[in-house]
């Protein structure tokens, strides 16, 4: 299974990028689909989570308002939308995926296959 992360860049604050990850290489045997991301000499820490199939997404509390995650699963695609874009949204995002169906799982130990990250940049 490989996963690729796209979508980051430079944006202002206020605005808004949709990051996407593409998975291959054994798309069915994917339950779960979970963004990450990491901020400069801080630990990974998670964002949201979606069930490939049936379900809703999942986020931690601090981006709920602003993140919104989906799958396209047509595409093998997960995305991730975010709004109003803050700078403290400065990041490497890393999209993550495993074989189990999970709800609400948001543990980085729990996501077997990672994609390479794409840096989103927030300026004020």
């Known amino acids: 299974v490989q996963l690729q992360a796209s979508g980051g860049g430079l944006v202002q604050a206020g605005g808004s990028l949709r990051l996407s990850c593409a998975v291959s290489?054994?798309?069915?045997?994917?339950?779960?689909v979970a963004w990450f991301r990491q901020f400069p000499g801080k630990e990974r820490e998670p964002v949201a989570t979606?069930?490939?199939?049936?379900?809703?997404?999942h986020y931690v509390d601090s981006v709920k308002e602003r993140f919104t995650i989906s799958r396209d699963n047509a595409k093998n695609t997960v995305y991730l939308q975010i709004e109003s874009l803050k700078p403290e949204d400065t990041a490497v995002y890393y999209c993550?995926?495993?074989?189990?169906?999970?709800?609400?799982?948001?543990?980085?130990?729990?996501?077997?296959?990672w994609g390479q990250g794409t840096q989103v940049t927030v300026s004020s």
């Open positions: 993550a995926a495993d074989s189990r169906r999970m709800v609400g799982v948001m543990a980085s130990s729990n996501y077997a296959y």
């Open positions: 290489g054994g798309t069915t045997t994917i339950g779960t």
């Open positions: 979606i069930p490939r199939s049936g379900g809703i997404g």
